[in-house]
């Protein structure tokens, strides 16, 4: 009697067993079923962001006339200041958002930022390189941190320079100006807590280094080259135009906010 | 005294309740079994019908980052997805603008299996005005 009733016992036991794995196998495939179709939606959303990103690099490179290069921990901006393309850059980006937006209803494209200031960020470093606005006289590089180690500022100016003052305080930043009158050109270290200026023509163009830069030019269009040196901190440097793409599919409860990386 | 049969067996009850029992218990784990492996057999499905997506998306964006559909012409896109594209595979592609609308590769899309379809977005810049184009694929396994 007892050996029947072990049996039983070890029958059940084993069955529960067997009952347990195969409910679990069971729970397991349906959920793998729900991610794969999950993978689907995030594949399709991140590939159709990236072709609308690609697209605004294509009209950044085309039509907004600003070079950027990235050589090692340089990062070097090139554009006429003010920059004459404004007008055509914002039709440009306006148009490619009304027919995004008008292709897809869960898309929003946001440009105002892009249109007015045209601001790029140098990732991870937190410095921003910017105008005010664009089209405008002003380029502003701003900084979070010191994670850069060099300003360089190239100027090929569309005037004569006739004068050029410096007024720096002593610091660990490295600036170098170049332009095409040999007196006014000058490599210095400066605190860049302090206010540092470097005024040609008594006010024409005024670069003034302040947690940050700004360059200012009230005369004729000149070609201006900023190269910031960067700080070795061992990750991937990108240029990019910031929070641009919006994508919310609430059927599906995802949404993703990105940009345009241009290098 | 001789216990009562409940069912007039000639071995009496213990072994068909036992029988039926092991049989149940039987019968539950197989459906359970069963039924997971469907699913299974479904994943694996889902999962090559992702994989047919991706091949899509991965040929189109392609296509795009190439500057082969913003060129509009159907024989270059043609040309491209004859080398692009692997031969267990058939596909169409719908390049669309406000002007025109191009259809390259299959034939018809074929009702009895997945298709995978997608789109994705590009601009052809030009020195004062864009074209703006939306690209439709389908992808099946022939």
Redesign the interface.
């Known amino acids: 009697m007892k050996k029947a009733v072990l049996f039983t016992v070890s029958l059940i036991m084993i069955s529960s067993i067997v009952l347990a794995l195969a409910v679990l196998n069971f729970t397991n495939a349906q959920r793998g079923k729900d991610r794969l179709a999950e993978f689907g939606s995030l594949d399709r959303m991140y590939e159709i962001s990236n072709s609308i990103a690609f697209g605004f690099k294509q009209i950044f490179n085309d039509n907004s006339g600003i070079n950027i290069t990235l050589n090692g921990l340089e990062v070097t901006f090139e554009e006429n200041l003010p920059n004459n393309n404004d007008d055509t850059f914002s039709n440009m980006v306006q148009g490619y958002k009304n027919y995004i937006e008008s292709e897809d209803a869960n898309i929003r494209i946001t440009i105002d930022e892009l249109k007015e200031d045209l601001i790029l960020g140098i990732h991870p470093y937190n410095i921003t390189y910017g105008h005010d606005p664009f089209g405008g006289n002003k380029i502003i590089v701003k900084t979070e941190q010191i994670n850069y180690n060099k300003y360089y500022v190239e100027i090929d100016p569309g005037f004569s320079i006739n004068s050029c003052t410096w007024s720096t305080s002593l610091g660990s930043l490295v600036f170098q100006l170049k332009t095409d009158d040999a007196q006014c050109d000058d490599t210095v270290s400066i605190d860049e807590s302090q206010n540092n200026v470097i005024n040609i023509n008594n006010g024409g163009l005024i670069i003034t280094i302040n947690n940050g830069m700004i360059i200012e030019n009230n005369l004729a269009a000149s070609k201006i080259i900023t190269k910031i040196s960067l700080n070795n901190i061992n990750e991937k440097i990108t240029v990019s135009a910031d929070n641009i793409i919006n994508m919310s599919y609430n059927d599906l409860d995802i949404s993703k906010n990105s940009g345009f990386r241009i290098i | 005294m001789m216990k009562k049969q409940s069912w007039k067996l000639r071995y009496g009850n213990k072994a068909i309740i036992?029988t039926l029992d092991?049989m149940i218990?039987?019968a539950?784990?197989l459906v359970?079994?069963i039924?997971?492996n469907v699913?299974?057999s479904?994943?694996i499905n889902?999962?090559n019908?992702?994989e047919t997506?991706?091949g899509g998306?991965d040929i189109v964006?392609m296509l795009?980052?190439y500057n082969k559909l913003q060129n509009l012409n159907a024989d270059e896109i043609n040309n491209e997805l004859d080398t692009l594209l692997s031969e267990k595979y058939d596909m169409i592609i719908q390049v669309k603008t406000n002007n025109q609308n191009i259809s390259i590769g299959g034939e018809k899309i074929p009702n009895d299996r997945f298709v995978g379809s997608?789109?994705?977005?590009?601009?052809r810049?030009g020195?004062?005005?864009?074209t703006?184009i939306?690209t439709r694929f389908w992808i099946w396994l022939k």
């Open positions: 036992f092991a218990a039987l539950i784990v359970m079994l039924a997971s699913y299974i479904r994943s889902e999962l019908n992702l997506l991706r998306y964006s795009n980052y997608g789109k994705i977005y590009s601009v810049t020195e004062t005005n864009s703006y939306t």
